[in-house]
């Protein structure tokens, strides 16, 4: 089986984007060469019929969207993240000792599987905050793209392996950087990364990065396996989608913010008032009125696309017995009772219809009924703009270890049903609602 175009993109993509800032930065770049106009969120904003624009916040978060040139619909949004779980490095990084190891300081960044991490090439990447010339501050990406760290497991001698093992990340998970003769140098390393002078760096915002090559793997080639599929998959697929739609009548948006992994709180996470803002100023640029905005939100809709859990090939008993998504079987449509998800009837219909227009597979997830399961940022970006969701995502295995494994033939199924999504335009009037 040959990758299609969408797998072998999301793959390229990911390899590209060691990083949230990078992940934007990726995706701001290809939104420039397609002839959008970037907004700051500090101008007073002017958009026409026909335009492209996109403003960014934080530079880890981004919403793109295009104004149809005659204008009759709502929002049509897709939300997902550009953030995974890992490490983040502590301000002063280097830990002398013991013996003559030098180590580097981190702290967990969201909830990961803690055992992937041993024993594999590690990097960082991330963003440092520098003097400029102008005696203000700026803001460098780095990335040093080589193998620099490694976090080694005890060997199976010193352990009791009829006791199983419990992970401690200030003990058991401390990055092994160097021997003591290169003690001091790892600013200097992220530095010359950077392009700037280590006198220069007054800040740093760096996290881990999983070097382990990529692989698309199986009888057939059918699965891949990668760091961060949860959630670029989903980020990527959303961001594909936006770029090949066509413009209806409605305005299409791509949304995609940082910090879900650790709650979605911060002023770029989707609790955050980032979307809100947005929307509420594309409607005054537009010289809508605050009515105009609540009617507008009314025949509105939002995809919260983030990975799910496909039955797992050794733990089947995990799954609803009802409901089994599988690799390579669709997109998956999530529901909860106690909210967790913001699929209800009205948006998994809407949602249903669009997947049989793009011809798309669908499958269903419930966790099993004594599994509470997590949530997404659907539940975080409704509190601010109440509007009808369904919460998507591409089956996987292993969410949240440092290298995840999903199917080769899911994220074409993504792209496929999102572009039908853009291109569509939402009616509703009481308990009337048309697609079209």
């Given at each position: 089986?040959?990758?299609?175009?969408?797998?072998?993109?999301?793959?390229?993509?990911?390899?590209?984007?060691?990083?949230?800032?990078?992940?934007?930065?990726?995706?701001?770049?290809?939104?420039?060469?397609?002839?959008?106009?970037?907004?700051?969120?500090?101008?007073?904003?002017?958009?026409?019929?026909?335009?492209?624009?996109?403003?960014?916040?934080?530079?880890?978060?981004?919403?793109?969207?295009?104004?149809?040139?005659?204008?009759?619909?709502?929002?049509?949004?897709?939300?997902s993240h550009s953030d995974s779980p890992t490490f983040k490095v502590k301000s002063n990084a280097e830990m002398d000792g013991p013996e003559n190891y030098v180590r580097i300081n981190t702290e967990r960044y969201g909830g990961m599987i803690l055992d992937s991490w041993f024993d594999r090439p590690l990097s960082v990447a991330g963003r440092v905050i520098?003097?400029?010339?102008?005696?203000?501050?700026?803001?460098?990406?780095?990335?040093?793209?080589?193998?620099?760290?490694?976090?080694?497991?005890?060997?199976?001698?010193?352990?009791?392996?009829?006791?199983?093992?419990?992970?401690?990340?200030?003990s058991d998970l401390v990055p092994l950087y160097a021997l003591s003769n290169a003690k001091g140098s790892f600013i200097k390393v992220v530095a010359e990364a950077a392009g700037v002078d280590p006198s220069d760096i007054l800040e740093h915002e760096l996290y881990?990065?999983?070097?382990?090559?990529?692989?698309?793997?199986?009888?057939?080639?059918?699965?891949?396996?990668?760091?961060?599929?949860?959630?670029?998959?989903?980020?990527?697929?959303?961001?594909?989608?936006?770029?090949?739609?066509?413009?209806?009548?409605?305005?299409?948006?791509?949304?995609?913010?940082?910090?879900?992994?650790?709650?979605?709180?911060?002023?770029?996470?989707?609790?955050?008032?980032?979307?809100?803002?947005?929307?509420?100023?594309?409607?005054?640029?537009?010289?809508?009125?605050?009515?105009?905005?609540?009617?507008?939100?009314?025949?509105?809709?939002?995809?919260?696309?983030?990975?799910?859990?496909?039955?797992?090939?050794?733990?089947?008993?995990?799954?609803?017995?009802?409901?089994?998504?599988?690799?390579?079987?669709?997109?998956?449509?999530?529901?909860?009772?106690?909210?967790?998800?913001?699929?209800?009837?009205?948006?998994?219909?809407?949602?249903?219809?669009?997947?049989?227009?793009?011809?798309?597979?669908?499958?269903?997830?419930?966790?099993?009924?004594?599994?509470?399961?997590?949530?997404?940022?659907?539940?975080?970006?409704?509190?601010?703009?109440?509007?009808?969701?369904?919460?998507?995502?591409?089956?996987?295995?292993?969410?949240?270890?440092?290298?995840?494994?999903?199917?080769?033939?899911?994220?074409?199924?993504?792209?496929?049903?999102?572009?039908?999504?853009?291109?569509?335009?939402?009616?509703?009037?009481?308990?009337?609602?048309?697609?079209?």
């Amino acid at each position: 089986m040959e990758l299609n175009k969408a797998t072998s993109g999301l793959l390229e993509f990911i390899n590209k984007s060691p990083s949230s800032f990078h992940a934007i930065k990726n995706i701001k770049d290809t939104l420039n060469n397609a002839g959008y106009t970037e907004l700051f969120e500090s101008d007073k904003w002017v958009c026409q019929p026909g335009g492209k624009y996109y403003v960014t916040r934080n530079s880890s978060s981004i919403i793109a969207f295009r104004v149809p040139e005659e204008f009759h619909g709502g929002f049509m949004i897709t939300a997902s993240h550009s953030d995974s779980p890992t490490f983040k490095v502590k301000s002063n990084a280097e830990m002398d000792g013991p013996e003559n190891y030098v180590r580097i300081n981190t702290e967990r960044y969201g909830g990961m599987i803690l055992d992937s991490w041993f024993d594999r090439p590690l990097s960082v990447a991330g963003r440092v905050i520098v003097r400029d010339g102008d005696g203000g501050l700026a803001s460098k990406l780095v990335y040093v793209d080589r193998d620099l760290l490694m976090i080694p497991h005890v060997a199976v001698h010193m352990l009791n392996p009829n006791n199983g093992m419990t992970y401690n990340p200030a003990s058991d998970l401390v990055p092994l950087y160097a021997l003591s003769n290169a003690k001091g140098s790892f600013i200097k390393v992220v530095a010359e990364a950077a392009g700037v002078d280590p006198s220069d760096i007054l800040e740093h915002e760096l996290y881990l990065v999983n070097r382990q090559p990529q692989s698309v793997w199986g009888a057939e080639n059918e699965f891949i396996s990668s760091p961060k599929l949860d959630d670029l998959q989903c980020a990527y697929s959303s961001f594909a989608s936006f770029i090949e739609s066509n413009t209806g009548s409605s305005i299409p948006v791509l949304y995609i913010s940082d910090n879900e992994e650790v709650g979605c709180v911060t002023k770029q996470g989707a609790g955050s008032t980032f979307l809100y803002d947005t929307l509420t100023r594309i409607n005054a640029a537009l010289g809508g009125t605050p009515e105009d905005y609540l009617r507008l939100i009314a025949s509105s809709m939002l995809l919260s696309a983030d990975n799910a859990h496909a039955v797992h090939p050794n733990h089947a008993e995990l799954a609803d017995p009802t409901h089994r998504p599988r690799i390579n079987g669709g997109i998956v449509m999530k529901y909860s009772a106690a909210q967790l998800y913001m699929t209800d009837a009205i948006s998994a219909a809407l949602f249903d219809e669009i997947c049989r227009i793009a011809d798309v597979p669908l499958q269903k997830f419930f966790n099993r009924s004594d599994i509470r399961g997590g949530s997404t940022l659907g539940v975080a970006s409704t509190r601010q703009v109440a509007i009808n969701t369904v919460d998507i995502g591409i089956a996987q295995f292993a969410m949240h270890s440092s290298y995840e494994t999903a199917g080769s033939l899911d994220t074409e199924y993504m792209v496929r049903a999102m572009k039908v999504f853009y291109e569509s335009t939402l009616e509703m009037r009481g308990d009337s609602i048309k697609l079209k």
